[in-house]
C-alpha cells in the first residue's frame, strides 16, 4: 500500500531552474587543429561570447530560484475538483482527495492554479476553487489539518464510514508534521501518520501466506522508514518510543511451530525494550508481552521434556507481570497482568490446547 505524502518540491520547470544544463562544449566535427594566427585572430569573438554566456546564466540562476520560492504548497481538507481553466464550466480533469498536496502556482480571485499530486504515479496541473487549502502561512493550519485528519481517522473507525478515509488521516497528519514542524502537534501527527501506514500494511502482511513463517526473516515486514523518520526528528520523545515499540512487529516470529526458540527470543527482545525505553507509554504493554511468552514457555518446555526450564519460565514470568501489574500508567495492561498471574498461580495453561 502506497500512499502520496505531503512532501518538498516544485513543479517540474521550477525544480530544474536551478540545475542549468551542462555546459560541456562538444567536439568539432572539424578536429584539424587551428592555426596559431586563426586562433588570435578569433580570440576577441570568442573572449567576447564567453563573458556573454557567463552573464546569461548568472542571471537565469539567480531569477528563477527566486521565482520558484514564490510558490506555496498546501493541502486540502476537502474534496477538490481540478479545472482546466478558472471557471467552473470548464472540463473537470481530475478529483484530489483530502491531505492531498498542491503547489500554488498563482491565484485569480477565488481560483488558485495548482500542481497537484494526485497519487505518486500522477501529478495534475489545472485550477481550483481557492478553499479549504491550508497552507504554512495559514493562520492555526496546523490545528486545521490536525482536526480534519482526527475527524477522517473517526470515520475509518466507523463500520459504514468514508471509503478512503484511512489513508485521508495518514496523509493529513503527515503535512502537520511537514508544513508544521515546530507545531506542538507535530510529533503526535507524524506518528500518527506512521502508526496508521503501519497498521495497515500490517492487516495486508498478516493475511499472506509468508506470515505464518517461523523465522521473521522468511516472510516480508512493514516499511520502517516513517517510524524511523519520527525516532529521528522527535528523538526522547514518547512519540519516538511508541515508534520504537512498533519496530519490534518485524523481528517476531510468524509461528511459533510450538518451538521455544521463537517465544524466548521474542521475551528478550520485548524485556530489552522496557529497559531501554523506562518512560515510555508502551512501558506495561512491553513487559506483560514479554511475561506472558515466559508463560507460554512453561507447557511448551513440559512437552520438550525440560521441566527444569519449565519451573524457571514460571519464575520470570511471575516477576515480569508483577512488574507489569506495578505500571500505573496503563490500566488495561496492569489488569491483564494481574490475569496473567492468577493464571499461573492456579496452574492454568496460558499456550496451547491444553484443558483440564
Not at 491531505?99 to 491565484?107: A, D, H
Request: glycine share 6%.
Amino acid at each position: 500500500m502506497t500512499a502520496q505524502l505531503c512532501s518538498a518540491g516544485f513543479p517540474p520547470a521550477v525544480r530544474g531552474a536551478s540545475r542549468p544544463p551542462s555546459a560541456r562544449a562538444r567536439r568539432p566535427r572539424d578536429s584539424r587543429r587551428a592555426s596559431p594566427e586563426r586562433s588570435r585572430r578569433n580570440g576577441g569573438g570568442t573572449l567576447s561570447r564567453t563573458f556573454l554566456t557567463i552573464s546569461c546564466l548568472l542571471a537565469l540562476t539567480s531569477t528563477l530560484p527566486a521565482a520558484a520560492a514564490d510558490y506555496q504548497r498546501g493541502a486540502v481538507v476537502r474534496v477538490a475538483q481540478i479545472y482546466l481553466s478558472p471557471d467552473s464550466g470548464s472540463a473537470k480533469l481530475a478529483e484530489m482527495d483530502r491531505g492531498r498536496e498542491i503547489i500554488v502556482l498563482e491565484t485569480s480571485r477565488e481560483w488558485a492554479h495548482v500542481e497537484a499530486n494526485l497519487t505518486e504515479e500522477r501529478t495534475v496541473s489545472g485550477w481550483v476553487l481557492d478553499k479549504g487549502v491550508v497552507r504554512a502561512s495559514t493562520p492555526n493550519g496546523d490545528k486545521i489539518l490536525f482536526g480534519e485528519a482526527v475527524d477522517s481517522e473517526d470515520q475509518a473507525s466507523r463500520r459504514h464510514g468514508r471509503n478512503g478515509a484511512a489513508q485521508d488521516a495518514m496523509r493529513l497528519y503527515y503535512c502537520v508534521a511537514d508544513y508544521f514542524p515546530t507545531s506542538p502537534l507535530a510529533g503526535e501527527a507524524m506518528y500518527r501518520s506512521a502508526d496508521i501506514r503501519w497498521q495497515l500494511e500490517k492487516a495486508d502482511v498478516s493475511s499472506r501466506p509468508s506470515s505464518r513463517e517461523r523465522e521473521s526473516y522468511l516472510r516480508e515486514g512493514m516499511e520502517e522508514k516513517y517510524m524511523k523518520e519520527v525516532i529521528k526528528k522527535f528523538p526522547g520523545s514518547k512519540w519516538a518510543d511508541l515508534a520504537a515499540f512498533h519496530l519490534i512487529d518485524n523481528k517476531l516470529c510468524g509461528d511459533w511451530q510450538a518451538s521455544s526458540k521463537c517465544p524466548v527470543k521474542e521475551s528478550e527482545i520485548y524485556e530489552k525494550y522496557a529497559t531501554d525505553h523506562p518512560q515510555s507509554p508502551a512501558m506495561a504493554e512491553a513487559l506483560y508481552d514479554a511475561a506472558w511468552r515466559w508463560s507460554a514457555l512453561i507447557e511448551i518446555y513440559k512437552t520438550e521434556d525440560e521441566p527444569k526450564k519449565s519451573e524457571e519460565a514460571r519464575a520470570k514470568a511471575v516477576a515480569l507481570a508483577q512488574r507489569a501489574a506495578s505500571q500505573t500508567a496503563s490500566e488495561d495492561w496492569g489488569a491483564r497482568a494481574q490475569r496473567l498471574l492468577y493464571l499461573m498461580e492456579q496452574g492454568i495453561p496460558t499456550y496451547g490446547n491444553v484443558t483440564q
